[in-house]
């Protein structure tokens, strides 16, 4: 009984692995099928801006919000801000 068992295991691997082996076949094959449609947007972001020179106050705007807050908690290397030890002195 272990024998047959065994001999049963065995056509198990090797169905299991012809199995897999077509599905990956099929899948590099279908890899290589030509597209039928490809859809191209006809509008993007850019599109719904006005204009570049209307944008550009609030970009400028935005960034030194954006830097000022990480630039106040440097640490340069010593994990106390601004490198300072005792907080008295940022206070």
Do not use: C, H
Not at 22 to 46: G, W
Not at 48 to 60: G, N, R, W, Y
Request: glycine share 2%; aromatic share 8%.
């Amino acid at each position: 009984s272990t024998l047959s068992s065994t001999k049963n295991y065995s056509i198990s691997i090797k169905m299991f692995r012809s199995l897999f082996t077509l599905f990956a076949l099929l899948a590099s094959a279908s890899a290589f099928a030509p597209v039928a449609f490809v859809p191209v947007a006809k509008q993007t972001a850019l599109s719904a801006m006005p204009s570049l020179k209307q944008a550009l106050p609030a970009v400028a705007a935005a960034v030194p919000a954006t830097f000022l807050p990480s630039m106040a908690m440097a640490t340069e290397g010593t994990n106390e801000w601004l490198g300072v030890d005792d907080l008295r002195l940022l206070a």
